[in-house]
T-cell receptor
Framework: DVKVTQSSRYLVKRTGEKVFLECVQD?????MFWYRQDPGLGLRLIYF???????EKGDIPEGYSVSREKKERFSLILESASTNQTSMYLC???FGAGVPYEQYFGPGTRLTVT | GDSVTQMEGPVTLSEEAFLTINCTYT??????LFWYVQYPGEGLQLLLK?????DKGSNKGFEATYRKETTSFHLEKGSVQVSDSAVYFC??????????FGAGTRLFVKA
């Protein structure tokens, strides 16, 4: 069974902390994505990666960075967490570009910044 | 730019009622269209898809037809169940790296 796993389901951090969210996929997918999901706003793309060590900004990259050192792992980093980054974070993966493949999602990490 | 507009929720139905969730899109190319579903406490999963005009995607009793003339991809189900309660997302992909998602429509089905 295909799988995308995220390191935590729930996370509570303090303002100013550095936060790492980890995502691992076991499908050998080229592409990986980080979204945040907020009520009424749907999914907004933060960053994506189409290959190891490659990354591209999405629609809302400010305040975030990412790392992809291995094909199966994609990390989202909040350099200095702020309360407006309280949200649900979803990781996804898919096969390579050129053809619209479906995305496979992890269960999400609900992050609260206090 | 490309965009997806879907009906606002929540939608509340009784069990066995007919469901329609409207979705329209704007795209410069020839997108593939998707419906994803998010059950409580879970990530999104693909429900169905259609890759070209007049294609019909179907799964678990849900259907949607890719209508190029009306730029629509409405989701329908003839008889909903309590277990269909979830958030439904319409999405498009033109073959690049980015999938454009709608805002989501929450469905509640009452027994």
């Amino acid at each position: 069974d295909v799988k995308v796993t995220q390191s935590s389901r729930y996370l509570v951090k303090r303002t100013g902390e550095k936060v790492f969210l980890e995502c691992v996929q076991d499908m050998d997918h080229e592409n990986m994505f980080w979204y945040r999901q907020d009520p009424g706003l749907g999914l907004r793309l933060i960053y994506f990666s189409y290959d190891v060590k490659m990354k591209e900004k999405g629609d809302i990259p400010e305040g975030y960075s990412v790392s992809r050192e291995k094909k199966e792992r994609f990390s989202l980093i909040l350099e200095s967490a702020s309360t407006n980054q309280t949200s649900m974070y979803l990781c996804a993966s898919s096969f390579g570009a050129g053809v619209p493949y479906e995305q496979y999602f992890g269960p999400g990490t609900r992050l609260t910044v206090t | 730019g490309d965009s997806v507009t879907q009906m606002e929720g929540p939608v509340t139905l009784s069990e066995e009622a007919f469901l329609t969730i409207n979705c329209t899109y704007t795209a410069t190319g020839y997108p593939s269209l998707f419906w994803y579903v998010q059950y409580p406490g879970e990530g999104l999963q693909l429900l169905l898809k259609a890759t070209k005009a007049d294609d019909k995607g179907s799964n678990k009793g849900f259907e949607a037809t890719y209508r190029k003339e009306t730029t629509s991809f409405h989701l329908e189900k003839g008889s909903v169940q309590v277990s269909d309660s979830a958030v439904y997302f319409c999405a498009l992909d033109t073959g690049g790296f980015k999938t454009i998602f709608g805002a989501g429509t929450r469905l509640f089905v009452k027994a």
